[in-house]
């Protein structure tokens, strides 16, 4: 009788997903693909797809809230692809992510007093274009060899610095998705640097060059010091510090001034919400707003 032979299952994934691990020629690093498929038969076109950044934290949370919101026949089920890294602890996946989710370090940030006392990524910063060329030019052709799926039905979801990368893509890799959900995204990051591509990304939109339908979210609490009570001499900072993180970051004016000037843009082939999630800080935010973007990408009609 052949061995048998039982693989520790991970503590991240959702029920029944599949694993596939590579190793990114463009990256030059290894990864896990977390893909949750879909029990009916796919549509004559192929599943659509979410393509979903810190697969390793959120993909339980987002397959759960699919496959519930597929019950509804108003609602498309989908694939979900969580892109995430061959490791099952937290703190090596939220130091891998670093790098693949941001832009090269600019001197007015790291030089800036409340940045300079935060742990440096021992990885880096600024591998984002090559990170969304990979999901591009090494992971959904990797996803449809398992599974069928529609290009022309794709979205691109992530959360904080994937937030930030989910609307670096929209302004500049618009073609690769057709649906985009930032989830409280880190626009602050090298002061505002993903900002620079808007006005670009703004005169294709009115020449009817670019399509796209974008989700842009925020926890309401997120720029309100959440400073703990207890235990706060783990963290990196002080109190002071983390107030001048909070000041200098205004997540919920950076969201809603970004929604305001794309909602004016809005025409046939170009959509844009905006949504404030009341009550929720920026740990608290990932399941409303994984939730809302599903039903904003995934809803018929």
């Known amino acids: 009788m052949a061995p048998t032979t ?158 930030l990368t989910t609307l670096h893509a929209l302004f500049r890799r618009t073609a690769s998705f057709q649906h985009f959900v930032a989830i409280a995204p880190s626009i602050w990051f090298n002061d505002r640097e993903v900002l620079d591509h808007e006005a670009g990304f703004v005169q294709r939109v009115r020449a009817g060059e670019a399509r796209a339908r974008a989700l842009i979210s925020v926890g309401e609490l997120e720029s309100t010091l959440r400073y703990p009570s207890v235990a706060a001499d783990k963290l990196p900072a002080g109190k002071d510090d983390f107030q001048q993180m909070v000041d200098y970051c205004r997540m919920v004016p950076n969201t809603q001034e970004l929604g305001e000037r794309l909602a004016a843009e809005q025409r046939p082939g170009f959509t844009v919400q905006t949504v404030v999630h009341m009550g929720d800080d920026h740990n608290m935010v990932p399941p409303a707003g994984i939730a809302r973007g599903i039903r904003f990408a995934l809803r018929n009609g």
């Open 6 to 163: 039982r693989n520790a299952p991970s503590r991240e994934m959702a029920l029944n997903a599949l694993r596939v691990d590579f190793h990114s020629e463009i990256r030059q690093r290894d990864y896990r693909l977390m893909i949750s498929i879909p029990g009916g038969p796919a549509p004559t076109n192929g599943y659509p797809v979410v393509y979903l950044i810190d697969g390793n934290l959120h993909f339980g949370i987002a397959v759960d809230t699919m496959r519930i919101q597929a019950c509804w026949p108003d609602t498309r089920d989908a694939v979900i692809v969580g892109i995430g890294y061959q490791t099952d602890r937290l703190a090596d996946a939220l130091s891998l992510r670093m790098d693949d989710l941001t832009t090269p370090l600019q001197e007015p940030l790291a030089s800036t007093p409340w940045f300079r006392k935060m742990p440096p990524p021992p990885t880096g910063w600024g591998k984002m274009d090559d990170y969304l060329r990979m999901v591009d030019e090494e992971i959904k052709p990797r996803v449809a060899e398992v599974v069928s799926v529609d290009a022309a039905d794709q979205t691109l979801m992530g959360h904080s610095l994937g937030g």
